[in-house]
Each structure stands twice: as C-alpha cells, then as structure tokens.
C-alpha cells in the first residue's frame, strides 16, 4: 500500500481517537503490533516441535547432525522446519525489543 496524499494534512481527532500523538507514534505502535504477531507465529511453531520432540532446538540439532549412517528425512524436514521458526522467533523479539525503545517509560 502507498500513501496518495500528505499525511501532515489528517484529521488530528483520529490520532487522539486512538490515543496517538503523532503519525510517527501511531506508525512505530502498528510496527510493534506487527512484530509481535509474527513473534507469537514462530514461538507457537517452536514450541510444537519442542512438544513433539520433547527437546529443545539445539539439542535436537545436535542429535541429528551427530547420527552417522542413518537418514530420517521426516526428522531432517522437521529440523529445517524447526530452525527457519527457532531462527525467526529469535529474529522477532529483537525487532519488538528495537521497536519497544522507541517508546518512553510512563
């Protein structure tokens, strides 16, 4: 989506509707809000792995980097799977850390 008009020019009511102070307050919430919707995607996916597997991330990678000789591709997926979610919800919670800066402390 791009912006067709100046956005200086918006009604000042619907940014106190909202409890804003400004566009750039109410655009660094929306990021925020946005993060932590991906956060909580990859966090739930970790966390179904962790359940299935009854282990965490890493050691999980280690048990299967470690076995010689044997091939379990539904493991070898799910260890794909599992890092692009672990490596993500990692990523996410550094964004909402970043972007929670932004705001000052009440």
Avoid: V
């Avoid at 539904?74 to 794909?80: F, G, T």
């Amino acid at each position: 989506m791009r912006l067709t008009k100046n956005c200086n020019d918006l009604n000042p009511e619907i940014l106190q509707a909202l409890h804003y102070s400004s566009i750039e307050e109410a655009g660094i919430d929306m990021l925020l809000l946005s993060a932590q919707a991906k956060y909580s995607e990859y966090l739930t996916e970790n966390r179904q792995f962790e359940k299935k597997y009854q282990t965490d991330f890493l050691s999980f990678q280690k048990m299967i980097n470690q076995q010689i000789g044997e091939e379990n591709f539904a493991q070898e997926d799910d260890l794909m799977a599992w890092q692009f979610a672990y490596e993500n919800f990692r990523y996410w919670k550094e964004r909402i850390e970043e972007l929670k800066s932004c705001f000052s402390k009440y």
